[in-house]
């Protein structure tokens, strides 16, 4: 158990270390495209094609990390007006469904990514696979996460509004 534990925590920093470089790179190719747009009045046809990539990328990378600090919201309004079994059974066939979800973007998104290999992007000349590369790595940690939240009471960070001060 203490080694699945350790492999979770390094694939957890994996994914946050990757999300933050390449959202650094992202604001760095940004950065020069504006600048070059203003001083040189011309823009690298390459990077347009990069930030939207990244953008792709940080954006399902940060889905996943969503689903492991427990940060999606919840419409608890309805649900909330149940008794505890009830919540229960829901919170349990939410953390269900976010399994199958993961396994579905697992499954499809590895083969839209094979099927995408032969595409080239314009202005890079890269595989259009690079893109749709992310949603099996976000499938993989999102039924990861979802399979350690059945073991969590709760999917959702809880927020009380008596507690503001």
């Known amino acids: 158990m ?3 534990k350790q492999i979770k925590r390094i694939l957890d920093q994996l994914l946050l270390i990757s999300a933050l470089t390449l959202l650094a790179v992202m604001i760095i190719i940004i950065i020069y495209q504006v600048f070059s747009r203003q001083i040189f009045s011309t823009t690298p046809s390459w990077s347009e094609e990069v930030s939207r990539l990244l953008f792709i990328w940080v954006s399902f990378l940060g889905i996943a990390y969503g689903f492991k600090e427990k940060l999606h919201i919840a419409l608890g309004l309805i649900v909330g007006k149940f008794p505890s079994k009830v919540q ?3 919170d349990y ?3 269900i469904l976010v399994i199958f979800l993961g396994i579905i973007m697992l499954y499809f998104g590895t083969s839209f990514t094979i099927l995408m290999s032969d595409n080239l992007m314009p202005g890079t000349g890269l595989s ?5 590369a ?3 790595i976000t499938g993989f940690y999102i039924t990861l996460y979802g399979i350690s939240l059945l073991f969590i009471k709760g999917m959702h960070q809880d927020y009380n509004d008596a507690e503001e001060v």
């Open 134 to 136: 992310v949603i099996p």
């Open 2 to 4: 203490k080694a699945l």
């Open 93 to 95: 066939l939410a953390k």
């Open 88 to 90: 229960d059974f829901f």
């Open 128 to 132: 259009s696979s690079w893109q749709y």
